[in-house]
Nanobody, 129 residues
């Protein structure tokens, strides 16, 4: 059973930075997307960033939402089975619960939540003005 656990959320002032981390267990595939999503109450879950692991095609390719491009960086450590999200220049609009997710076998739309089967419980990020 695949299990994802996020950590690193918290409260920060606008302009600050946070680093989120997600560790995956029960995971054996060599081809998959890992992504970060975020959601605020009453709104749809939004894809933030995704990174591809595929030793044969496109390994390391990343995708970012326009709203975070240039401010957020997704990275992974395959040996540790972790994916991180470095968030900088945070604004109150970045406040949300952040989730990591994994999609095996690739994804046509890497920032679309319907592509992902396994999810973590999320970690809260609050940015104050």
């Amino acid at each position: 059973q695949v299990h994802l656990v996020e950590s690193g959320g918290g409260s920060v002032h606008a302009g600050g930075s946070l680093r989120l981390s997600c560790v995956v267990s029960g995971h054996t595939s060599s081809s998959y997307f890992m992504a970060w999503f975020r959601q605020v109450p009453g709104k749809e879950r939004e894809g933030v960033a995704a990174i591809l692991t595929d030793p044969y095609n496109g390994d390391g390719n990343t995708h970012y939402a326009d709203s975070v491009s240039g401010r957020f960086t997704i990275s992974r450590d395959n040996a540790k089975k972790t994916v991180d999200l470095q968030m900088s220049s945070l604004t109150p609009e970045d406040s949300a619960r952040y989730y990591c997710a994994i999609a095996y076998g690739g994804a046509w739309y890497p920032l679309r939540s319907s592509e992902y089967k396994y999810w973590g419980q999320g970690t809260q990020v609050t940015v104050s003005s």
